[in-house]
């Protein structure tokens, strides 16, 4: 069966700070993952996914095969990086299911 | 596109009462998902719809919970009856692996309140 972990339901950092958001997955095939990203009053939205390998707004995540982990990093927060982020993974063979963890809630204090 | 819409954005009903969500997906998606969020589970998966036909309900909660697709432009999610513990926020998400890739796009959301 699917799943993914978040094993943090809050981090709270120091503006400047390093982050790093948790994410464990379970998945018997080859899985896309995926950063989600719910800012106060806004729509959840795509942060990033693993395929792009790209770094949005500082943000990037590795994902590790071995450790079966997704895990978000940004080497200084900014206060506007507080958020709830939603690990995210794709179960593929054509089905297109999307199943989340539990979430984080990132605080960044100044 | 003013992306994926669902209605109402708040609801407080009373219990035993039957509760209707509506969602309408971005134009030419042919996924459809509907979430619940809560503080201690987080984003559950409910069910998900592809071509308007249901792929997967097992994240459904009980037979109290239904939700259809009669058309590629609208989709329900019903409560009947309503219980205090169903109060949370209901997404919708619509997606199109075809078009615009596996991002999901998801609406504002239903705050749902049950007393």
């Known amino acids: 069966a699917q799943r993914v972990t978040q094993p943090e339901k809050l981090l709270s950092v120091f503006k400047g700070a390093p982050v790093e958001l948790k994410c464990n997955y379970s998945y018997s095939g080859s899985p896309e993952l995926f950063w989600y990203v719910q800012y106060s009053r806004q729509r959840l939205q795509l942060l990033l996914r693993h395929i792009s390998r790209e770094s949005i707004k500082g943000f990037t995540a590795d994902l590790n095969k071995g450790e079966t982990s997704f895990h978000l990093k940004k080497p200084f927060a900014q206060e506007e990086d507080s958020a709830m982020y939603y690990c995210a993974l794709r179960a593929g063979g054509g089905y297109n299911k999307l199943i989340f963890g539990a979430g984080t809630r990132l605080a960044v204090h100044p | 596109d003013a992306g994926v819409i669902q209605s109402p954005r708040h609801e407080v009903t009373e219990m035993g009462q039957e509760v209707t969500l509506r969602c309408k997906p971005i134009s030419g998606h042919d996924y459809l998902f509907w979430y619940r969020q809560t503080m201690m589970r987080g984003l559950e998966l409910l069910i998900y719809?592809?071509?308007?036909?249901?792929?997967?309900d097992s994240g459904m909660p009980e037979d109290r919970f239904s939700a259809k697709m009669p058309n590629a432009s609208f989709s329900t999610l019903k409560i009947q009856p309503s219980e205090p513990r169903d109060s949370a926020v209901y997404f919708c998400?619509?997606?199109?692996?075809?078009?615009?890739?596996?991002?999901?796009?998801f609406g504002q959301g239903t705050r749902l309140t049950v007393v």
């Open positions: 998400a619509s997606s199109s692996p075809g078009r615009t890739g596996t991002e999901a796009f």
């Open positions: 719809f592809n071509n308007n036909v249901p792929i997967d």
